[in-house]
Every structure is written in C-alpha cells, then in structure tokens.
C-alpha cells in the first residue's frame, strides 16, 4: 500500500510555544489531506482537511488560528499547533487518499505532550 | 455518511478465524464499505474496501449481503498481531471525502 510518513514522531513542548507536524505522501501525490486528533482511549477526530494550494477547511467547533495547516506541495502538509496548552496534547494523525477508490493511508501519528 | 453499527468488543482464539459484523442499514447506492484498523499507539491501516461483490486481499476478506445493509470482515487466521480496534466506514469513494470514525470492535486475539 501507499506510504505516508509523519514528523516528528512524539514532541515535548513547554506551554505557550508552538509545535509544527509534517506529513507526507512517500510514493504518491495528494491534493487532499486530513488531520486528526486522538485522545486517549477515544476514537479519532477529524479536525481539517488540508487542500493544496488553498486553505484548509476546518469541522466546526477546531480553532483555525490554533491549528494552522499549509498544503504547500502535492506531497507535503504541515499541521502547526501555535501557542501549544496542556489540554492539546494528544495523538495526531494525518492521512492522504490514493487508489482507484480513495482508500486512505494514514501516518504512524505523533504524539503531541505539552508541559 | 451512512451511520455504521459494530460491537464494542470481541475476543477470538489465534489460528481461528475473526469474523468481524458491521450494520449499515442506511447505506446509499454509491457508497463503499471500508474497513480499517489502529494498534495501539499507530496510525490507522487500511485493510479493505467494497461495493457490492466480495473481495479478499492478503489481509482479509469482505463479504457483503445482497441488499448491502451488512458486511463481515473476515481475517481468516487470526495472529496475536491482529489484536486492534477495527472501523467499518460507509463512504463515497471521493478523494476530498472525509471519513468519520465511529468506536469500532476492539479485537483481542488470544493465544
């Protein structure tokens, strides 16, 4: 199957600093990518399609100014978690559709643990 | 998105055969089944998708009714491996088609 890869795996923040997340497609181009976030023993949460080339849209009630995302290449997303607080620390996990039917390949996450 | 119904929980013995059920009464004509599923700690893993016919993969194997209300996964030698939460997703096979994850089976294989 497809490869995406996330970046960094875990990080360590202090409060109030900002933590960026990369993600890529390895072996295919996505001009559509998504994030979400996981909290412990809860299932995952879609927070934001990532679109190339234009802004991301976000589900309601996820903050766009906290959780900047950039799609500045087929092959490249970046999720930026500004002004980091204890209450965002949680597992974030990207993916990218490919296939004939859009089956999406998700990443191995990173997981976000903020002091 | 079609809404999905799976049980919480299910245990199999290692060597058996899982079958996984998945209800999705509401399911539109141009909606696909996928099933995906997370280990503990990792990204989600795509497994297997489809619309009508059964398909099997080196992983598993779909079996979908006629009417397509249900579908069973089937992982056919089960492995301590497979211990995961597995997710039935209803779905249009769009690219910018979110999916949305529901609780899932948390499949515990035991030895």
């Known amino acids: 199957g497809a490869v995406v890869s996330q970046h960094p795996s875990w990080v360590i923040c202090k409060s109030g600093t900002s933590v960026k997340i990369e993600c890529r497609s390895l072996d295919f181009q996505a001009t559509t990518m998504f994030w979400y976030r996981q909290f412990p023993k809860q299932s995952l949460m879609l927070m934001a399609t990532?679109?190339?080339?234009?802004?991301?849209?976000?589900e309601q009630g996820v903050e766009k100014d906290k959780f900047l995302i950039n799609h500045a290449s087929l092959t490249l997303s970046t999720l930026t978690v500004t002004s980091a607080h204890p209450e965002d620390s949680s597992f974030y996990i990207c993916s990218a559709p490919t296939g004939l039917h859009n089956e999406q390949f998700f990443g191995p996450g990173t997981r976000l643990t903020v002091l | 998105d079609a809404k999905t119904t799976q049980p919480p929980s299910m245990d199999c013995a290692e060597g058996r055969a899982a079958n996984l059920p998945c209800n999705h009464s509401?399911?539109?004509?141009?909606?696909?089944v996928y099933w995906y599923r997370q280990i503990h700690s990792q990204g989600p893993q795509y497994i297997i998708h489809?619309?009508?016919n059964n398909e099997t993969n080196e992983m598993a194997s779909l079996i979908i009714t006629e009417d397509r209300k249900s579908s069973t996964l089937i992982l056919p030698h089960a492995t301590l491996r497979d211990t995961a939460v597995y997710y039935c997703?209803?779905?249009?096979?769009?690219?910018?088609?979110?999916?949305?994850f529901g609780a899932g089976t948390t499949v515990t294989v035991r030895a």
């Open positions: 509401t399911i539109s004509g141009n909606e696909y």
């Open positions: 489809g619309l009508k």
């Open positions: 997703i209803v779905r249009v096979a769009t690219n910018d088609y979110k999916l949305s």
């Open positions: 990532s679109n190339e080339g234009s802004k991301a849209t976000y």
